[in-house]
């Protein structure tokens, strides 16, 4: 090969270089602003009061900041897989409600595009599980919103085989399907296939790339089939133990409402007002007694007269840092007290709790409520009360039981809530008021759950009035 022949392989390698760089910046501003969009104009709607009702705009506001929460934490993610520095958990996990919970997740979205969405269970699933929740949570999540988003009619299926302590996984759809050649390109990173209309979507390739790095990591593998036109086909094979011992504690995927034995003294400390703000009032209403400071000697002071329990403890704050106040908690309050770093600061991630570091546990900023909850649970040994316990603020009160000529309503709602089709459901609930108009105020409690999209709710309900 003679020189130029060097050179021009080196200028054609760069220039592609430049070019997919390119593709991906503009891919990536895309993806932040679609979001961005939305937080920022129902924010200006929630300004002009009665504008929107708080309810909806508030659940558009999340689903957004969901939205760029996955976008950065994928980037995060593959740079970590290819640095090898993923840090890997294993938790004891409750495979049936992480895997309901997911599925529920797609349910209106599916609804939305006229599609069906079936969740299948073949055989006996273990209820605990011992595996990094946050990872396998995040594979069936990419898997199910690949399914739906190449999906225009028909729909999706997720269906789960368990045996001698392997999962089988298996998502398939009626989508777009996936040329053969394509199979392998589409799980290589900012990479969607040659199909022009897998390209139309939103979306900047990480997804799949994702999946199947995280399958390996924690000792599995995703596979593909498709026939272009007719659908595709995903499988996770992944061993997932039962542990020896299962844990008493009550199930992320149900509402807390407080937790068993002594009051706990929790303190926060966060420089930024929003968060103090979020922490408080998620955790006072469950019984917490909670301490709030905005700096680290604030902080320190306050902790030498409350004497926490747990402290919340963020990492960039002006003076003393988070690691520093770590330090100084520990030598503050000897004994039991428990310290859980929650920043932005991603890439300063210790898992702690070794023996070696000042701090027990670290969550990252945008917290997800239901994981600082386990975590605050799993720290302080906590035993939680939940809406499903039948507690007091239970969301599904038990109701009386409907009039026979209502059961045939039951029966057919019981199959639209299962597959999901909201529109179905609320044509059926019209026919059971008609059928049942005594039976108001329980038909009433019914299209609340509808409304809310709570239709794990709304499906005990129907057992509970059938």
């Known amino acids: 090969m003679t020189a130029n022949d060097e050179l021009r392989r080196a200028k054609e390698a760069a220039e592609a270089a430049n070019a997919a760089k390119t593709r ?81 997740m ?11 969405l079936d969740y299948v269970v073949n055989g006996r699933l273990p209820p605990f599980v011992r595996t990094d929740e946050k990872r396998l949570r995040q594979i069936l999540i990419n898997l199910l919103s690949n399914a739906i988003k190449y999906t225009r009619e028909g729909g999706a299926t997720l269906a789960i085989t368990y045996r001698s302590q392997m999962a089988l ?30 390209a139309a979507q939103p979306g900047i390739g990480l997804g799949l790339a994702i999946t199947r790095a995280l399958a390996r990591v924690l000792g599995g593998e995703v596979t593909a089939s498709s026939e272009p036109g007719r659908g595709s086909r995903f499988r996770l094979r992944m061993m997932l133990p039962e542990p020896m011992v299962a844990p008493p504690r009550a199930s992320a995927y149900e509402r807390v409402t407080g937790y068993h034995g002594e009051r706990r003294t929790l303190l926060v400390i966060d420089d930024d007002p929003a968060q103090i703000a979020v922490l408080q009032n998620l955790l006072r209403p469950l019984g917490f007694m909670v301490f709030l400071a905005s700096n680290g000697p604030d902080g320190l002071a306050l902790a030498e007269r409350c004497c926490p329990d747990l402290v919340l403890l963020d990492i960039q704050m002006p003076g003393l840092s ?3 106040v770590a330090e100084r908690l520990r030598r503050v309050c000897r004994g039991k007290l428990r310290i859980v770093i929650v920043s932005a600061n991603a890439h300063e ?68 809530v299962r597959t999901g089709h909201v529109r ?30 709570d239709l794990r ?3 005990r309900m129907l057992d509970d009035v059938g």
């Open 106 to 116: 797609f349910r209106m979205q599916a609804a939305a595009k006229g599609l069906s």
């Open 24 to 104: 991906y910046l503009v891919a990536v501003s895309h993806e932040i602003r679609s979001p961005l969009n939305a937080i920022y104009g129902y924010a200006q709607l929630l300004e002009r009061e009665g504008a929107i009702p708080p309810a909806e705009a508030g659940s558009v506001i999340r689903r957004a900041a969901e939205h760029l929460t996955n976008l950065v934490e994928g980037l995060l993610d593959i740079s970590r897989i290819e640095s090898g520095v993923l840090k890997v958990r294993q938790d004891v996990v409750r495979l049936p409600a992480l895997v309901d919970h997911v599925v529920d």
């Open 322 to 324: 988070g690691w520093e």
């Open 424 to 453: 179905g459901i609320d044509d059926a609930l019209t026919d059971l008021e008609a059928a049942a108009p005594a039976s108001a105020p329980t038909i009433a409690e019914m299209r609340r759950l509808l409304d809310a999209f």
């Open 349 to 416: 991630f210790q898992a702690g709790g070794d023996g070696r570091s000042s701090h027990d546990a670290f969550l990252s900023k945008p917290v997800e409520l239901d994981g600082l909850l386990e975590t605050i649970g799993r720290q302080l040994d906590l035993g939680w009360i939940s809406a499903g316990d039948g507690a007091v603020g239970a969301e599904t009160p038990r109701s009386a039981p409907l009039p026979e000529a209502a059961l045939a309503h039951i029966a057919t709602l019981r199959g639209l």
């Open 169 to 198: 996984v298996e998502v398939s759809d009626t989508g777009i399907g996936i040329a053969a050649d394509d199979i392998e390109r589409i799980f290589e990173p900012f990479e969607r296939g040659s199909s022009p209309d897998a």
């Open 457 to 459: 709710g709304l499906a």
